[in-house]
């Protein structure tokens, strides 16, 4: 239909490359336009659709993202820093709008999207999940209400092949906790505990991790005084919370002004 958002996806044959040309096909309002991938990839020529496993799309995935960038509303972009930050400048050349999840990203390469940022929208954010910029929010809203007579301790699993530990997520709620209480998370974070640790200091941010069996990632922020805790918790059970979080952004930045956003932005979540 004619007001369907044309959405291009680079890096379609990836491992969310497929998960965002599925999500496209089950999300109202826009349409799969065009396709990617490394100019020496086995997947050019083959139909995204086919290769996402939802059967043909009548898109050939091409090495030319200029001529693909050109022809959409918008690209999705999960896929490596310096492959992303090009595809942004196409972007600004374009006019198109850019929703970059790659992560890794170096002050450098946050430059260059500033700079494409002066001619058309960029959604940038490291996790993309509804979910977790929500909670995000909420822990960063409960750590300004209660002083720190609350203890904050942040607990995360993830399945037994993960290799760093806490969880960038985990992470990400520490400092989101630390913005709302206003410290820093380098001075308040205890990132691991082990032997005779002494009693917990005051004010401390602690975090706890487990590791095991295929668990996405699962996330508690725990505030716990004198007779009384709260919890907050996120629990992902497959990762199309990200695709499905990108297409979110994609919709949202229609007819939107240049800008770079974030997922709060995108949300309408005020911190
Ligand atoms: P992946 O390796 O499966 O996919 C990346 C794809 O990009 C590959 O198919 C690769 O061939 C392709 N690519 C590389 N160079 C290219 C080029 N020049 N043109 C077009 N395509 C090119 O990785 P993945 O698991 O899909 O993750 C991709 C990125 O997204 C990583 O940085 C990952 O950390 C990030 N990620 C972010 C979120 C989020 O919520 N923001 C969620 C999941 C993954």
């Known amino acids: 239909m004619a007001d369907e958002m044309k959405i291009g996806i680079v890096g379609a044959a990836g491992r969310m490359g497929q998960m965002l040309v599925r999500q496209i096909g089950e999300t109202d309002g826009c349409v799969l336009a ?30 030319d ?28 050349q374009a006019g198109a709008a850019i929703i970059i999840g790659t992560t890794g990203m170096g002050p450098d390469h946050v430059e260059s999207l500033e700079r494409a940022a002066r001619h058309a929208p960029v959604v940038f954010a490291p996790n993309m999940s509804v ?6 929010a909420l822990v960063e809203q409960v750590a300004r209400t209660l002083d720190d007579s609350y203890d904050i301790e942040i607990v995360e699993m993830h399945h037994r092949h993960k290799v ?7 992470l990400g709620l520490g400092r989101a906790a630390a913005a709302g209480r206003g410290v820093d998370l380098d001075e308040a974070g205890r990132l691991s505990r082990e032997g005779h640790t002494g009693a917990r200091p005051r004010g401390e941010i602690g975090f706890a991790t487990l590791r095991g ?28 919370i990200y695709a499905a979080g990108a297409l979110r952004a994609a919709l949202w930045t229609k007819g939107r002004a240049p800008g770079l956003y974030s997922m709060n932005d995108v949300l309408g979540i005020e911190v």
């Open 131 to 136: 979910g977790v910029n929500l909670l995000m």
């Open 213 to 240: 069996g295929d668990v996405i990632g699962d996330h508690t922020v725990c505030f716990a005084t004198e007779g009384e805790r709260i919890e907050l918790t996120h629990k992902a059970s497959g990762r199309q």
């Open 164 to 170: 760093d530990a806490p969880s960038g997520t985990a």
């Open 34 to 63: 065009g396709a990617t991938e490394r100019p020496d990839s086995d997947a050019i020529g083959k139909d995204a659709g086919t290769l996402a496993g939802i059967g043909t799309a009548g898109v050939a995935i091409g090495g």
């Open 65 to 92: 993202p200029a001529a693909m960038i050109a022809g959409v509303d918008a690209v999705i972009d999960f896929t490596a820093p310096d492959v992303t930050v090009h595809h942004a400048d196409l972007a600004a």
